[in-house]
C-alpha cells in the first residue's frame, strides 16, 4: 500500500531523515519506534505532505505522491493524527469531526457529513460530549476526537501520531481496544507512532525503528524488543550488554 524510498530530509543544516526505505502491506498495523528526535513525526509528515522530502519518494498504493500537498494527500486515501493535538478549540466535538468529513474523500452534502460525523462521535466514545466545545475535552477526549476526525475523511491508510502519550493505565487500555475496533469495522491500514512500548508491542504486528534519522532496525516486536542495537538506543550499552 505504501512504499518510502531513500527519504531524505533537512531542516537547514539538520538531517532529520537520511535514506529512509519501508514498505507497509494494506491491511498491516506497523509501529514506529525510536528515542525523541529520531525522525518519527518528520516521516509523518513526509508522508502526509506537511514537509516535502529533499530526497526520495513516497508511493501510494501504486501512485508517486512525493511533494504533493497535505490536503491532495488526505483526498487520496491518507489520514493522520498529531502528537499535539489540534482541534478547533472554539467548535464543538461534532463540528470538527463534520469539518473533516467535508473536506474528505466522500461527502459533500452538509447533512450527510454530519450524520457521518454522529456516527464516528459515538464510535470513539464521544457522544455525551458532542456539542461541548473542544477546549472543555480532557487529554484523553481530545485524542479521540483527533481519531474521528481523521477517520472522518475516509482513509485506507491513517497515521497515528502518539495516541497513548499522557494517557493514564485505564485510558490506554481503551484506546488499545479502539485501535482494535478501527482495524475490524474499517479495514484500515495503521501506521502508529508510539512511545507507550507495552501498548505498542502489543498492538503491532511489525515495527520499524528510527535513530537520528535512518532506519536502524525492523521486525516483529518480540525480535525488536530483543535486538541489542536498539535496546542500546533506548536504554543505553549497559544494558544491551548486560
Known sequence: MLQGINITKRFGGVTALRNVSFIVNAGELVGLIGPNGSGKSTLFSVISGFHPPDEGAVIFEGRTITGFPSHAVARLGIARTFQIVRPFTGMTVIENVRVGALYGRGE???ATADRRARELVEFVGLRQRADVP???LT???KKRLEIARALSIQPRLLLL??????????EVRSAIDLIARIRREFGVTIIMVEHVLKAL????ERVIVLSSGEKIAEGAPAEIAADPHVVSVYLG??????
Do not use: H, I, W
Open 108 to 110: 459533500r452534502s452538509v
Open 139 to 141: 487529554l484523553a477526549e
Open 201 to 204: 508491542m502489543e498492538t503491532c
Open 237 to 242: 550499552k549497559a544494558y544491551a550488554t548486560g
Open 161 to 170: 501520531d502518539e495516541v497513548f502519550a499522557g494517557l493514564n493505565p485505564a
Open 134 to 136: 473542544a477546549r472543555n
